[in-house]
């Protein structure tokens, strides 16, 4: 799989929510956004894996 860069841009509001959720939870705020976003792209499908997945239920039926 190819690296990609992620940016994400989080409005003045939600910068507050996020140091509000990382305070009660007691985490930097940096690592409750960095956990979110590896959740969220473990949840996204590339075509890459698309692909691989193809080739090995073909293999297995052969």
Wanted: charged share 35%; aromatic share 6%; no cysteine.
């Amino acid at each position: 799989m190819n690296k990609v860069e992620q940016k994400v841009y989080i409005t003045p509001e939600n910068k507050e929510k996020i140091k509000r959720i990382a305070d009660a939870r007691k985490v930097s705020s940096s690592t409750l956004v960095r956990h979110w976003l590896e959740n969220y792209l473990d949840i996204l499908v590339f075509p890459e894996d698309e692909q691989r997945s193809a080739e090995n239920v073909q293999q297995e039926n052969e």
